[in-house]
């Protein structure tokens, strides 16, 4: 039997999950950041050590076999920072065991691809398109930050919902419900008020993206500017997705399209939006929505590391495990 450890790292939280080569899981653990663009040595390897130790502790006679150990963490598309983290992980993981440090896009590729050439859409705070083609090739579009990008993500959607309920105060704007759901949302009562709320704010991106979920509410309610948003929102990540398609594939090449992030958490809206526009410039890309977390994308890649198929049978036994142990409900 062959163990292997998938980790998904970010900014706020990093999960590392214990499995062998069926898709078994032995043990999970979380702690906290390990975005090296973010935090300090000091935390990551707090967070590491912790991680690791918790894996040791809930299953030492599989943890003390793992052979593969893949990382995939927000910053590590930087060398240094690779190496940083590299340097840390090797210090908790078994003696023998190989280790992987990639950027955190890459398993969230795997969650859908299982280790195939495609595409995969992040959009949840900040956006990106990232994929890999059959030569190996990788290759971004955006991402570039949300003073200077991230189209489509979830700050740029409550940007534009704050932008219209201001339009709407204004009367230089469509009516919209989306001013008094931003109104109730900040508890204030005029827009010089919302005004001095979100520029107050110690993060004001992070007070800004919460105003996504209020887009979506109101989209549900059949608001004709919230609607406008979305659709926007959908053009621009289906944009990003197909000049991303054109750099790296061939024309007419079958792949995935794998969207993650909290943009696609009701698969009913902007997934279906971004197939619709696809369908018209990438006809045979097929645009799927992830059965297994990001850790489990680190899992698969652990698995390649490996040299271990990775099968529908492992994907379901994965997808299995994850539901089991509550790790996942996508």
């Known amino acids: 039997m062959t163990y292997i450890i998938g980790v998904d790292g970010g900014g706020t939280k990093t999960m590392a999950v214990l499995a062998d080569h069926e898709g078994t899981i032995y043990a999970h653990a979380n702690a906290g950041p390990s975005n090296p663009n973010t935090i300090s040595d000091e935390i990551i390897n707090n967070t590491f050590r912790f991680l690791f130790r918790e894996l040791k502790k809930q299953s030492l006679e599989e943890f003390q076999k793992v052979t593969a150990v893949f990382a995939g963490v927000a910053g590590a598309s930087s060398k240094a920072n690779a190496d940083k983290l590299s340097f840390i992980i090797k210090r908790y993981s078994p003696n023998k ?13 795997y969650s859908g691809t299982y280790g195939r050439p495609g595409i995969v859409q992040i959009s949840g705070t900040g956006s990106i398109s990232y994929g890999i083609n059959r030569h ?8 570039w930050g949300y003073l200077l990008g991230d189209e489509g993500s979830g700050y740029y959607i409550g940007q534009q919902g ?6 709407a105060y204004d009367g ?24 001095s709320r979100v520029y107050s704010a110690k993060i004001p991106k992070n007070e800004i993206s919460t105003v996504s979920k209020l887009v979506f509410q109101a989209y549900n309610k ?19 997705i197909f000049t991303l398609y054109k750099k790296i594939f061939n024309e007419n090449e079958k792949i995935k399209i794998v969207l993650c992030g909290g943009i696609f958490t009701d698969s009913g809206i902007v997934p279906p939006l971004i197939r619709s526009e696809l369908r018209i410039q990438a006809k045979k890309v097929k645009v ?14 652990a698995l390649i590391t490996n040299e271990k198929e990775v099968n529908e049978k492992v994907i379901k036994n994965l997808k ?11």
């Open 288 to 301: 799927v929505l992830p059965k297994i977390p990001p850790v489990g994308g680190s899992i698969v890649g």
């Open 162 to 167: 704050i932008i219209a309920a201001l339009k």
């Open 172 to 195: 230089r704007g469509e009516k919209t419900i989306l001013l008094d759901m931003v109104y109730d949302h900040f508890k204030v009562k005029n827009g010089e008020e919302l005004i």
């Open 222 to 240: 059949k608001d004709s500017v919230a609607k406008g948003i979305i659709i926007q929102a959908s053009r621009e990540l289906s944009f990003s």
């Open 320 to 330: 299995t495990e994850f539901e089991k142990y509550k790790l996942w409900s996508g």
């Open 136 to 143: 190996k090739k990788q290759d971004r579009v955006g991402g």
């Open 97 to 109: 065991a190989f280790v992987t440090v990639d950027m955190d896009a890459i398993n969230a590729l």
